[in-house]
C-alpha cells in the first residue's frame, strides 16, 4: 500500500480526534485525497499509525463542514467541487474582500503597510522557487492583513468561517498556468491604492483580483464561466 498521510504526531495538549481531522482536512484542502475518491477508514488508519475510532469521528466532522459526503450502502467520499460551490463562495468572498480593501485603505497603519510590503517579496521569492505551498499560506497572510487593517472584527470573522474553503480553492486556482504571476501583480496594485488611501479604486481591485482567481479556479477545471441570468 502506498503510504500518503503523513503518521500521527501526538499532542499531549489535544484529543487525538482532532489531530486527525485536521490531517486529513488538510489532505483534502492540498489535493493528496482527491474529489470523488473514497475514504477507507482501515486504509486511512493504518497510514496514520492510529484505530479506525478517530479516523470515523474525523470523517463525521469532515462531513460536516462539507469536505466529506455519505454514500448510503457505498461509505465516505471526497466530496466534489461544483461550479455552483465555487461561484456561491467567490460571490460572496468578493463582497467582502471589496470592503475590507476599502476599510483598510481609510484605517491602515505604517507599519502594516510596510508588513504588506514584505509579503510582496516574500510572495515573488514563492514564485521564482515554484513553491506552491509556501506561495498559498503567503497569499493567506497577505490578504489577512487587509482584514486585519479593515478594523472591523466582524468582518474579519465571517471571512473566517470561509477559511477552510478558500484555501481548497487557492490551492486549485495558484497552480493554473500563469496565475501565480498574475496574482502578485494584482496584490502589488492593490497594496498600492491602499497606501495611497484611495478608497474607490482599492474597491476595485480587490473586487477584480478575487473574480480573477474565480476564473482561474474554473479554467483549471476546464469550465468557462456563464453569467446567471437575473
Not at 43 to 63: F, H, N
Not at 83 to 89: A, P, R
Not at 117 to 122: G, H
Not at 139 to 146: C, E, G, K, S, Y
Request: with cysteine; aromatic share 4%.
Amino acid at each position: 500500500m502506498e503510504r500518503r498521510l503523513l503518521p500521527i504526531k501526538l499532542d499531549n495538549y489535544r484529543p487525538l480526534r482532532d489531530i486527525v481531522f485536521e490531517n486529513l482536512r488538510e489532505a483534502i484542502i492540498t489535493g493528496v485525497l482527491r474529489p470523488g475518491e473514497r475514504l477507507m477508514e482501515i486504509q486511512l488508519a493504518e497510514e496514520m499509525g492510529v484505530s479506525r475510532t478517530p479516523v470515523r469521528e474525523a470523517i463525521r466532522k469532515l462531513e460536516l463542514e462539507g469536505f466529506v459526503v455519505m454514500v448510503p450502502r457505498k461509505g465516505a467520499y471526497v466530496s466534489n467541487i461544483s461550479v455552483k460551490d465555487i461561484t456561491d463562495v467567490f460571490e460572496l468572498r468578493a463582497a467582502l474582500e471589496s470592503l475590507a480593501a476599502g476599510l483598510a485603505a481609510q484605517r491602515i497603519t505604517e507599519d502594516e503597510t510596510e508588513q504588506m510590503e514584505r509579503l510582496l517579496v516574500k510572495t515573488m521569492s514563492c514564485f521564482e522557487e515554484d513553491n506552491l505551498n509556501d506561495l498559498v499560506e503567503t497569499d493567506i497572510d497577505f490578504h489577512d492583513m487587509v482584514y486585519r487593517a479593515s478594523r472591523n472584527q466582524r468582518l474579519v470573522q465571517i471571512i473566517n468561517n470561509l477559511r477552510e474553503q478558500l484555501r481548497r480553492f487557492r490551492t486549485t486556482s495558484l497552480s493554473h498556468p500563469g496565475r501565480m504571476r498574475e496574482a502578485w501583480e494584482e496584490h502589488r496594485k492593490l497594496v498600492e491604492a491602499i497606501a495611497d488611501r484611495n478608497v474607490t479604486l482599492a474597491q476595485s481591485l480587490a473586487w477584480e483580483h478575487i473574480e480573477n482567481a474565480e476564473n482561474s479556479m474554473l479554467e483549471a477545471m476546464g469550465v468557462v464561466k456563464q453569467k446567471l441570468q437575473s
